[in-house]
């Protein structure tokens, strides 16, 4: 059975750091593109960052770039997600996805095929 668990969300404040972990087993971990969503409430789930098999990154540059890295151990069937200096704008339920695709990335929802079941983040001012 594939599965997805996330962990490592929180309250914090503002300027805080938090990682995110994602675990993965049931999958041929380096065969899967992986990435991190958000969803806040009342918004659309929103694309965070993927890393594909190889570890390249990309990143929603508008929100996240410069504060956040995505990386992932294949040995450890683990995704990560290292958030730095956080703002109450970062609250959201946090997901980690996969995606069949492992030379190509995708930023759609969509075209993920499993997820996790997400962490909540909350940053305050």
């Known amino acids: 059975q594939v599965q997805l668990v996330e962990s490592g969300g929180g309250l914090v404040q503002a300027g805080d750091s938090l990682r995110l972990s994602c675990a993965a087993s049931?999958?041929?971990?380096?065969?899967?593109?992986m990435g991190w969503f958000r969803q806040a409430p009342g918004k659309e789930r929103e694309f965070v960052a993927r890393?594909?098999?190889?570890?390249?990154?990309?990143y929603n540059a508008d929100s996240v770039k410069g504060r956040f890295t995505i990386s992932r151990d294949n040995a450890r069937n683990t995704l990560y997600l290292q958030m730095n200096n956080l703002k109450p704008e970062d609250t959201a339920v946090y997901y980690c996805?996969?995606?069949?695709?492992?030379?190509?990335?995708?930023?759609?929802?969509?075209?993920?095929?499993?997820w996790g079941q997400g962490t909540q983040v909350t940053v305050s001012s």
């Open positions: 890393v594909i098999w190889n570890g390249e990154t990309v």
């Open positions: 049931g999958l041929t971990f380096n065969r899967y593109t």
């Open positions: 996805a996969c995606y069949d695709r492992p030379f190509s990335g995708s930023s759609r929802p969509d075209d993920y095929n499993i």
